[in-house]
């Protein structure tokens, strides 16, 4: 079995983020750091290589995004992730989810055709914490032309079918398709492993294949600001934090409180 997993390097949550005067995420601003949830997409593939043999399981990590996104791509290589493929070309800035989709689709093909004796299934996080669209892994599937399973919250390959369950407010709903099939997974599905000294090690003699639209077969007219669907208007920074409301229990706290949460439509 061949698995892809999709994962991208974002702006640290815990750094301060900033917008360029286009309207665009200043990347350079803060630190970059592989995607949590992108994480726990290779922590699922690798369990899944492990469930089901070890050796007769690759795990190829696709990425798109600049130069810098080796180091995203390092650790997911050093987690266990047996190779992978990073696009990169400048033809992609501005990219918007179509395109991203369109681009990851392409490179998700140089690594083999869809189905038997290719790739069998693509695992990605359910959304980027930069972009938070949580539409590029159907968006893909659609390219591809293959089923999607979203949310998920566990994943079982058995045979030739892939299994998913999906924890919803109304319950939890199970999702079945034939592989090849695209899956998401959620923030809840796994804990990811740390890295160890020899994996990172290892790391840096796994392959890792570098493209270009070209080489990834990918049309330049299709990717990029130029391609994309949407575009930014305006874009007003986050307002400072306003002091919060200090209730005195005179007696009446309670009522004071009530009031409170009712001016706020808590309740």
């Known amino acids: 079995m061949n698995i892809v997993v999709l994962v991208k390097q974002v702006p640290d949550t815990y750094s301060e983020r900033r917008l360029r005067g286009d309207g665009?995420?200043?990347r350079d601003a803060s630190d970059a750091v592989l995607d949590e949830i992108n994480e726990r997409a290779v922590e699922e593939a690798l369990q899944?290589?492990?469930?089901h043999g070890g050796s007769e399981v690759t795990v190829t990590v696709v990425s798109m995004g600049?130069?810098?996104?080796?180091?995203?791509?390092?650790?997911?290589?050093?987690?266990?992730?047996?190779a992978a493929v990073h696009l990169t070309d400048e033809?992609?800035?501005?990219?918007?989810?179509?395109?991203?989709?369109?681009?990851?689709?392409?490179a998700i093909g140089t690594v083999g055709p869809m189905g038997s004796g290719g790739v069998d299934l693509v695992l990605a996080g359910n959304e980027a914490s930069d972009g938070r669209s949580a539409?590029?892994?159907?968006?893909?599937?659609e390219v591809l032309g293959l089923p999607a399973l979203t949310h998920a919250r566990q994943v079982t390959v058995e045979g030739g079918s892939v299994t998913v369950r999906r924890e919803t407010d109304d319950g939890v709903v199970t999702l079945s398709a034939e592989?090849?099939?695209?899956?998401?997974?959620?923030?809840?599905i796994n804990e990811p492993r740390y890295p160890s000294f020899k994996g990172i090690m290892a790391a840096k003699k796994k392959p890792v294949t570098t493209l270009s639209l070209a080489a990834a077969g990918l049309d330049a007219a299709q990717v990029g600001a130029a391609a994309a669907l949407t575009s930014v208007v305006s874009a007003t920074p986050k307002p400072p934090k306003s002091a919060g409301e200090k209730v005195v229990d005179d007696g009446d706290g309670g009522?004071?409180?009530?009031?409170?949460?009712?001016?706020?439509k808590l309740i």
């Open 91 to 106: 033809g992609l800035a501005g990219s918007d989810a179509v395109g991203t989709a369109r681009a990851l689709a392409g």
């Open 48 to 51: 899944l290589k492990e469930a």
């Open 255 to 264: 009522t004071k409180l009530a009031a409170f949460l009712v001016a706020q």
């Open 66 to 82: 600049p130069d810098r996104a080796t180091e995203a791509i390092r650790k997911a290589l050093s987690m266990g992730a047996d």
């Open 135 to 141: 539409a590029v892994p159907a968006m893909v599937a």
């Open 24 to 26: 665009a995420l200043d």
């Open 179 to 188: 592989l090849p099939a695209v899956v998401s997974v959620n923030e809840k």
